[in-house]
């Protein structure tokens, strides 16, 4: 495999782009592996790369039903931010943050990470103090780049925003992380395949499973359209397709339900907006940034009713070009390019589990709400560990399915039990 | 659009509803055990195909209704109203 480097970018453009081999392989399954991760998206290949290159186990076979990037890798708006205020939460999402501001040089691999500010809009006093709240509870717990922006250095930044005294709900300020911004997803999910690769992980694509083989207490073997593999240790990554999976092993009901969530593309811009900008306001969601090829990405509110179907509604569609013409007006004219949906895990208190189940060698990732792109590194991080060595870490040790029995729930909205309220 | 034949108020887009969720789920009575408040309210079967969920018609009648759908075509099969009492009576019952 040929490292990336500036002298080897120079080179084969010297030599024709001859040069470059296939960026991972196309195995065929083993029938044995000693940890098998179902689900080949973001958070399946990083934890095979972590199980592989923090935790020494080069038997992993990560299983795809489609493709490498095919899935909720592809239809996320590319977000990281780490603004969380609940114990647990916000020590998790920083430590994803962290891994974000090296991971290109981790992997070897360009993900385009570009920490250009996360602004959520405020429109009341009462939204500046609870936001104040939060960002301050950030300060005090290790993220140093909480900040609340007034209206005049708001409007120095982002001056195309719509700032008219008479709108429905003026600005009044906003609640900012500096750090945060937007990365390249296809980059994401290549870079921690071809990394994973690497160091010996089988990724099988076309590859899902079709039932799982039990014994007492334990998965023996998953069923495949490329045969019988048996494993020492599973994990279940799989998203919004997690509570299949869970029905196939026999172990009834989670506490997640499957919903869809739509985003946008425009036609590409010159540059026009250099952060990630956040409206959020009753029943009105909309948040916005722009790519590197200069589309406006943007995404609103769940489709509110549960969904497998990977396709969205329109009346969505009309809530968030409402919301984009309230907010930045000079959108207007912009046409959109394309429009999709992703099926998302959402759990009953908005919060992830990456936790033991009922079977000994089973192991879960699930619940990412509408967050799971930003999770990925800390996610993989912390499933590898736990899998590798069969205890949950501090990190993660309220993320159980048993957490909702001893009465917890980190519910970062206070929305209650209802998932397609943890937007 | 999904488009949800209302037992009053006929085919109606689906944005005229409210969501309510899994319908079969039955809440247990209040002096039951925690663990059975625990599942009814924490855990969903999370069916992909066919299920039954409650919706109301919240720009129309306000009722709500038990609607059978499939979660991945959206395909409606039946809509009754939520209330057992009523749903005897708009089939003739009493």
Redesign the interface.
Known sequence: MTRFSGWNVFWQGMTGQKGWARQWRDPQPKSHYDVVIVGGGLHGLATAYYLASNHGIRNIAVLEKGWVGGGNAGRNTTIVRSNYAQPGNREFYEHSLKLWENLSHDLNYNVMFSQRSHIALLHSPGAIDAASRNYNTMRLTGTPDAEIWDLDRLKQAVPHLNYAADARFPIMGAAVQTRAGTARHDAVVWGYARAADQLGVDIVQNCGVTGVVREAGRITALETPRGRITAGKIGFAVAG?T??LW?MAGL???????HKLQAFVSEPLKPLLDQVVVFGMGGSHFYISQSDKGGMVFGGDLD??????QRG???IVQDVAEAAMSVMPCLGRVKLLRHWAGVVDMS?DGSHFICRTPLDNLYLNTGWNYGGFKATPASGWWFADLIANDRPAPMIANFDLKR??RGLQIDERGAG????LHG | ??RIPCPFCGPR???EF??G??GSITYPALDAPL?AW??A????????GR?V?TWQHVHGCRLWLKVERD????EIYSVTPADPALAKVLEGGE
């Open positions: 397709n509570s299949r029905t009834g009901r989670l506490p997640i339900e499957s509110w009713y549960k969904s497998y179907a509604n329109l009346p009953m909702f029995e039990p209802d998932p397609k | 659009m999904i887009d689906h944005a409210s969501y969720g899994d663990e625990h599942d309210v924490f855990l969903r079967e999370n069916i992909c299920q969920e979660t991945m075509s959206h």
